[in-house]
Every structure is written in C-alpha cells, then in structure tokens.
C-alpha cells in the first residue's frame, strides 16, 4: 500500500472529551470517527487493525472447538420477556417497534436467543456438549459513553454460549474459555490476568473477568503480584491440564472492587506481593447453570429417560474494546508499538525525498516490490514531506518495523529498525527472512 493512497484522515483539533491517549490517538491517526455519542464508524486503518484482532479470537475460538455462526442485532422482545430480563436490563437496552408494532430489541447481549435456537433443536443429550460463539456489533446504552471505543454504545464483541448436561461437564467448558481466553490475549501482546469477578445482571455463580493494567482502566484490581508468573505456556487443551491450570490461578488471590476487602487481602497476599492498580476488562466469562435454560423450558433427555435443564455458560470478549487497550497498554514515550500480531502493516519503508533526485524514491519502490513478492505486508511512505515530520507520523502510526532509505542506504543495504531500538544495516534477504519470522 502507498501512503498517498490511505485514507488516514489526521484530526488536528481533538475534542475535549478525548482525556485518554487511546481515544486522542485512534482520532489523530483517522482511525475512527464518531458519528453521534458512544456511536463510531471505523475508517480503513482502524477497520484493518480490528479485523485482525477479530481473526485471533476467531482462531482461539476455534482451537477449543467452539463453532462459529451468526445471530442478528435486532431480536424479538417476546425471548426476553420468557427469561425474565426484559423488565431487569433497564435503560441499557435500546428498545423498538416495528410497522406491525411489535415489540423488538438491538441485542445487548445474546443469552436467549441462543438459548431459543438450542432449545428447538436439541433434544438429547447425545448432542452435549456444545460450544457456539459469533462476533457481532452490540447496543447498549450506556448512561455516560467515554473514552472513544473503550465505553460506548455500540460495539464489536466475540459472544460465546456453552451447553452441558452437568455441572461438571460445564466447569470443562468454563476451562477451554479461560484458556482460550489466556492465548488469545497472549497473541494479541497482552498480558491479562483473570480476575474472580460479579456476576451482575448476567447472575449465576462461576465468573472470571479478564483484565490487563493501564492507569486508565476503570476497574480497581488488587491481586497478589506472583499470578503474573503462572507458567500458561505450560498449559494443554484436555481436561487435567485445564484443571491444573484453573488450579494455578487460584492460588493467587486477584479480585476487582466488587469482591475486594481489605481483610481478605492482607490475609492472602504478603505486603511485599500486594498490587492494587487500575485494569481495562477485555474479557469476561460465566458459568450461570440453568438460569435462562429453566425460565425458558430448555431441557434434555438423558440417558435414563428423564428431562434435565441444560447448564449453560457465557463468554464474551471486547473485539472493538481490544484495539483501544492495546494502544494503552503499549504507548510509550510518545511512541505507538502496535504488536506483529496486529499492526496494520508488517513494515513501513521510509525513504527521504529530494525533489531534484529520485534515487532514494527508485530503491524505496524496488525494496516495496521485492517484500510484496514475498508476501509481506508492506507501507511505503511516498508523501513528499520533510523526513523529521515523517518520523514523527510513523512515531504515531506505530507499525512495529521500518526500513529507512536514505544517505545511508547502498545499493543492497538499507537501514532497518524496530522501534525503541537502535537501527541496523542489512541486505534485503535478511530484512526479507527477519519480518518473515
Ligand atoms: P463493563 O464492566 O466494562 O461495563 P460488562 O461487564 O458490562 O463490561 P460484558 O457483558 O461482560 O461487559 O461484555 C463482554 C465484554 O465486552 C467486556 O469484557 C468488554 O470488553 C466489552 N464491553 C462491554 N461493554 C462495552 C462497552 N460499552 N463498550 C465497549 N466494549 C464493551
Ligand atoms: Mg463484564
């Protein structure tokens, strides 16, 4: 891609309610833009950075045989009145009519309705267990929408519903999320901790959120500092190693406000291992059994022939949330550092151009070609601009390699740098092998 042709429409002015680097950073580099309170459209730069976090959860997803579909946003009022929620969920929930006057609802969240499908479709439980998920805008109608895509009203989320016939089944189901849940964040250059949570409105009693630290969450956490240490690399996908891992974590108390008291604490954790910092929740995951399966007749037969409420879980991960926790966490001295995982692009090249002299120009566009043969990702900065200027925009843009052409460059070496490091020279099949790694 050439720079003179991405649609990167730099805000100047920001307004004042921007208080949160993530928030100023998504609007200067033309990321998003805000279309009426908590309400954004995604531009192609930030579209492309989300769309590749969304691929990660998909793939995680996947690997502990969840199965993708897709649910709509509008959803018929009658399913919530069943559960009981339509009155509880409150002025959240964005209510409307249709031409027939029916009652309908831009979905918040999709516990019935998945539970309305499973419902008329599964009757024994030789078809348990089951794990779906879809990644779907959402609605709700938050009081105060802030910090840009952090806390707004509409909004991108990885929703996952589990099925079984026993609570112990159940707990197995809640394990692959929670694992899931660890190696998607570790994919995404994110260190999260899962925190033993509230169940609020979703209610139910099994409930982890997963946060990472930024001094601009809005969750209080206080946890024992060693849980940053649980080996999760160790972990496998079956069930001892799950359980092990639920284990580990357990040792380590680590709680948001909901559940801290200062006597529990002290009690649990040594004054030296004590944190209490401030955390973005990206993720949340809940075991509520039967809850919507028994108000909404959601049974099974079992094996000796009686009927049994499934039990059910859900799980729910902030895709469009992701791409501003991941700026908080990773900006730096000014600097943006977008992880491999997810940068919008592999490597930016960068060459100073000299009106009265194409040479650097003419390598620049040779070095683009040769990466783009090799199926690289690749930006060139062809804007004619002074170089400092467009140190500073890269600087902003945060695409984690760039290779600098400039007097340094010879015909086969260029400057190659990662950012926050010192640079290099190196010939182009090196630079080739170093970004295909
Ligand atoms: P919060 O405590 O932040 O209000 P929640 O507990 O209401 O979130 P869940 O129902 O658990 O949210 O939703 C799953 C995930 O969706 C959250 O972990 C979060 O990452 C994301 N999310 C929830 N509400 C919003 C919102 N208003 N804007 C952006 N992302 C959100
Ligand atoms: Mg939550």
């Known amino acids: 891609m050439l720079l003179s042709k991405l649609f990167i429409p730099i805000t100047k002015d920001l307004p004042a309610e921007a208080k949160i680097k993530s928030h100023q950073l998504m609007l200067r580099t033309g990321m998003i833009r805000q279309s009426s309170a908590g309400i954004y459209s995604w531009l192609p730069l930030g579209f492309k950075i989300m769309k590749k976090i969304e691929q990660i959860v998909r793939e995680e997803q996947n690997n502990v045989g969840a199965q993708e579909m897709l649910m709509p946003t509008i959803q018929s009022a009658d399913i919530w009145k069943e559960s009981g929620r339509y009155d509880d969920y409150g002025e959240e929930m964005l209510r409307i009519s249709d031409r027939q006057k029916r009652e309908m609802l831009y979905g918040p969240t999709n516990e019935e309705q998945i539970t309305e ?86 209610g139910g009693d099994l409930s982890h959120e997963f946060i990472i630290l930024a001094d601009t969450g809005e969750s209080k956490i206080f946890a024992d500092k060693r849980i940053f240490d649980v080996p999760i690399d160790e972990y496998k996908n079956n069930e001892s190693s799950l359980k092990k891992m639920r ?106 151009i000299n009106k009265n002299d194409n040479s650097n120009i003419d390598k620049a566009k040779k070095v683009y070609k040769e990466l783009k043969t090799n199926g690289i990702d690749v930006l060139l900065d062809d804007v004619e601009e002074n170089i400092s200027n467009k140190f500073k925009k890269h600087d902003l843009l945060g695409i984690p390699y760039q290779i600098i052409i400039g007097s340094k460059a010879t015909k086969d070496q260029f400057e190659f740098k990662e950012i926050d490091k010192d640079s290099q020279m190196l010939d182009l099949n090196k630079i080739i092998k170093l970004l295909k790694n």
């Open 117 to 202: 499908i499973f419902r008329s479709s599964v009757k024994s439980y030789k078809l348990l267990p089951q794990i779906f998920y879809h990644i779907q805008w959402k609605f709700r109608d938050e009081l105060r929408p802030r910090f840009g895509v952090m806390r707004c009203r509409e909004f991108y989320m990885k929703d996952a519903y589990s099925f079984d016939l026993s609570e112990n089944e159940a707990v197995l189901s809640y394990n692959k999320m929670f694992y899931a849940y660890l190696k998607t964040f570790q994919r995404l250059g994110l260190k999260s901790i899962p925190m033993k949570a509230d169940t609020g409105p979703i």
């Open 247 to 352: 284990n580990d974590f357990s040792k380590f108390y680590a709680v948001t406000d909901d559940k801290f008291k200062t006597e529990d604490f002290n009690k649990n954790v040594k004054k030296e291992d004590q944190i209490q910092t401030k955390g973005i929740e990206v993720g949340h995951i809940f075991y509520f059994g039967d809850k919507y399966s028994k108000p909404m007749n959601c049974s099974v037969d079992t094996k000796d022939g009686k009927k049994t409420f499934v039990k059910m879980g859900s799980y729910g991960i902030g895709v469009s949330r992701l791409v501003a926790a991941i700026i908080e966490a990773k900006y730096l001295n000014e600097k943006m550092k977008w992880p491999k995982s997810v940068s919008p692009f592999d490597v930016v090249i960068i060459p100073s």
